[in-house]
């Protein structure tokens, strides 16, 4: 269980990795030439997610543009990651994606995909969040390793590659030791996910606009586990433009409620809905791990894989949405 000050309040059994990284931060008419912290800085280029910044004053002072690392990632791709925090025998850091677009360089929050499984929880997901806690490796091939030690022995935890290919993070292994058994063995031998459970929870968008949405909420809502995996497009207003829908959950641990959020993202604007998760309630979802998908044009449907599922729609005059189990 991870001791990390702060994600206090994020779900505590979800606290055992935090890689998350996002979408599109910000864009700035820098000149694209070797960013370095200085210049990606003075450009107003390392937005980050609240907790961090907090963390980075409060803890040890740190000025925009220190414990700020830069690597290249391809020709006009650069990795810049920030620190949040120290821990005792790992650290929480955050990543942007810098890149050149027609001579001017744009910062996106990265999302890191977070496999959940375990006692804590019995709905097996992966979620999205912007923390990178552990021992995080170089940049090689367009990868970057990451180590989360369950314990200071290291006799447990995760150890995932992660593929920097796209704005969109993806998993290209994992491996997971979840019994702190006292039998300490290398990290690249403990048990592999299996392939085919990560392709069934791959996102189904890679592209710049599913980068986008992420990091949008990311840095809206840090403390949230994304299901990245299921972005949905179309255009449930009714008003011609393409909207993009995200869900994600958080649990309140002083109430003991979990919600279900529902977000649309439409021309730069985000608005949110709560679903409870409580399958005593007629409109809620019975597990938070739901995925979301058109069903005809007017209709988003969100599926938890339990309950029956619950179909979005819109009401014009309300400016809102629906709510449907039939």
Avoid at 69 to 77: E, F, I, P, T
Avoid at 190 to 209: E, G, I, Y
Avoid at 280 to 286: E, K, P, S
Wanted: hydrophobic share 40%.
């Amino acid at each position: 269980m991870r001791g990390c000050d702060i994600l206090a309040a994020a779900p505590r059994w979800g606290r055992r990795l935090a890689f998350g990284l996002a979408g599109l931060l910000a864009a700035a008419g820098a000149q694209a030439a070797d960013p370095t912290p200085q210049s990606l800085a003075a450009a107003g280029l390392l937005t980050l997610p609240e907790p961090c910044t907090v963390s980075r004053e409060e803890l040890f002072q740190a000025a925009p543009d220190e414990n700020v690392w830069v690597s290249d990632l391809a020709d006009g791709v650069w990795l810049a990651i920030a620190l949040c925090e120290h821990h005792a025998y790992q650290s929480t850091e955050v990543a942007l994606r810098i890149e050149e677009r027609d001579g001017a360089l744009t910062s996106t929050l990265l999302a890191f995909p977070v496999w959940r499984e375990g006692e804590q929880t019995p709905w097996p997901y992966i979620a999205f969040q912007p923390w990178l806690t552990g021992l995080a490796s170089e940049v090689s091939e367009r990868r970057i390793s990451l180590v989360y030690k369950g314990r200071g022995i290291g006799d447990c935890g995760e150890h995932v590659a992660y593929d920097l290919t796209g704005p969109v993070v993806r998993i290209a292994e994992y491996r997971a030791k979840f019994e702190c058994d006292g039998d300490w063995v290398e990290p690249d031998t403990w048990p592999l996910v299996p392939r085919q459970v990560l392709d069934d929870h791959a996102p189904v968008h890679t592209d710049r606009m599913a980068g986008e949405l992420l990091s949008a909420v990311m840095l809206r809502w840090p403390r949230v586990d994304w299901m990245g995996h299921a972005i949905a497009r179309g255009d449930l207003d009714g008003g011609g433009v393409e909207e993009q829908w995200i869900g994600g959950y958080s649990r309140n641990w002083d109430t003991e409620l979990t919600n279900y959020h529902l977000v649309q993202l439409q021309e730069g604007t985000l608005r949110a809905w709560d679903i409870p998760v409580a399958n005593d309630t007629q409109y809620a979802l019975c597990q938070p791990a739901a995925s979301l998908a058109f069903e005809d044009p007017a209709t988003l449907a969100i599926d938890d894989g339990l309950c029956d599922r619950v179909r979005v729609g819109w009401d014009a005059a309300a400016d809102t949405i629906t709510l449907d189990r039939r």
